[in-house]
């Protein structure tokens, strides 16, 4: 089963117990996430159910040693061995030894004193020769297990866009937490040398009251920021489950373009997407039922020949033959359930065709959405970095007496403004990256 699990996640699985990345985040969200711990122990159970359905092949010995004594003249005792050895379909291969005596054996029972040795043949005279019930079974488990293998692979790709969105959504609220704080330490400084500067009668109390009120208003942004990030760290840590706890994680960093350390993802072709995959699995394993199903019709007779001969000699005794035959009057329980089939494969062609329909309004998405959040991202850091420059310049007037706290203090605000929607850009574009990623089932190397 491991086998099936998409490569890029035994290449995440190598974490440490320091990790602190983004891909080190993802590796353990899906190796711990509630999902895909019940899609894998899904796997698990339907493996168990395929080797229960093969079982049905399995060689089997019986042995019967049955007997009666009630004094002389009187009891008996039957012994018999047989083996069975199944072959394909509903055909099945016997070997079996006889040996009894006794005057009270059952006269059906009598053999030979030395005993018979059979060689014998079960067959179906149909379809079930190829497609039995027990066939059958093993086929639906092996499809089961297929279908599962295909719901861990989406399951596996959804939690990593989860976690992604998660992650990310903790690190624009821890930006900009951080962001708040460093500019209520520096407006802290600034209203220490204002309030200085009105004792001397350097400065007006109006300046002094309006940096005052721009305190208050970042502390208030800050706490708010604050707020956020305590809530997204919670939901980030509580993804994990138990795994979650005592872990530090370093907050992506925006400043540098991160954006620009991505590959751009592919136009996956739509047959390898997991999701269609998963369609795929199902309708094969309704195609099967359909198909067993249809062969059930014949209701043909079961036959089954032994050839005897003696123990001890090997000489020929003679034949034995059964033959049953079930043949229900108006067949209604297998009219229904070729109906039922009929309809559950019907519905698996709806939903792929669906997902087909799904997979090329996403490409088309896709390739308009993606060029427009590249230019975006490189628009608001120009943006940024220019709101940037203008407060650091208004800082540099501020000192030399060309500018005031108001000014000085509107600068900031638009830079910070500017931040933080280039923040939030930036996360938009490795939401949407995740996004992709996980419908088409293709691996992202996270900055």
Not at 224 to 241: I, N, R, T
Not at 248 to 256: C, G, I
Not at 379 to 405: D, H, I, N
Request: aromatic letters at 12%; glycine letters at 6%; one cysteine or more.
């Amino acid at each position: 089963m491991r086998k099936c699990i998409p490569v890029w996640l035994i290449l995440l699985s190598g974490f440490s117990i320091a990790a602190q990345g983004l891909n080190d985040y993802v590796a353990l969200a899906v190796e711990k996430a509630w999902a895909y711990q019940q899609a894998n122990l899904r796997v698990y159970q339907a493996e168990a159910k395929l080797l229960s359905a093969r079982a049905a092949f399995d060689p089997q010995l019986s042995v019967l040693d049955r007997g009666k004594d009630a004094g002389a003249g009187t009891g008996y005792r039957y012994q018999e061995a047989d083996v069975r050895l199944p072959l394909v379909g509903g055909v099945a291969l016997n070997a079996t030894g006889q040996w009894g005596g006794g005057p009270w054996l059952n006269p059906e029972s009598k053999v030979p004193i030395s005993g018979l040795a059979g060689l014998g043949l079960t067959l179906p005279l149909g379809p079930q020769l190829w497609f039995s019930d027990f066939q059958q079974k093993g086929n639906v488990a092996k499809g089961a297990v297929d279908v599962a293998t295909a719901e861990l692979r989406v399951v596996a790709q959804e939690v990593a866009k989860e976690a992604v969105q998660r992650f990310v959504a903790w690190s624009i609220a821890y930006r900009e937490r951080e962001a708040y704080a460093s500019s209520l330490v520096r407006l802290e400084d600034q209203l220490v040398q204002l309030r200085a500067s009105f004792f001397l009668g350097a400065s007006a109390r109006k300046d002094t009251l309006e940096l005052f009120a721009y305190r208050v208003m970042r502390q208030n942004h800050y706490l708010e920021a604050l707020q956020s990030e305590q809530v997204a760290w919670q939901e980030m840590q509580s993804f994990l489950g138990p795994e979650g706890a005592n872990r530090t994680w370093h907050a992506l960093n925006f400043d540098s373009p991160i954006y620009g350390q991505i590959a751009r993802l592919e136009d996956s072709p739509m047959d390898q997407v997991p999701k269609r995959l998963l369609w795929d699995a199902k309708q094969q394993q309704a195609q099967t039922q359909l198909r067993f199903e249809r062969m059930q019709r014949w209701n043909a007779p079961y036959v089954h020949v032994n050839g005897w001969q003696y123990a001890d000699s090997f000489n020929p005794y003679g034949t034995s033959w059964k033959v049953t035959w079930d043949i229900p009057g108006f067949n209604r329980k297998n009219r229904s359930e070729r109906q039922l089939a009929s309809l559950y494969l019907q519905e698996m062609s709806l939903g792929q065709a669906f997902l087909d329909q799904e997979a090329q309004n996403r490409q088309v998405q896709w390739s308009q959405q993606w060029p427009t959040s590249v230019v975006n991202v490189q628009t608001m850091y120009t943006q940024a970095a220019t709101y940037q420059e203008l407060w650091e310049l208004e800082e540099e007037s501020f000192s030399l007496g060309y500018s005031s706290v108001f000014m000085k203090n509107q600068r900031e605000v638009a830079y910070l403004d500017a931040l933080i929607k280039r923040n939030k850009a930036v996360a938009a574009h490795l939401k949407l990256l995740a996004d992709w990623a996980a419908f088409t089932g293709q691996q992202v190397e996270w900055p």
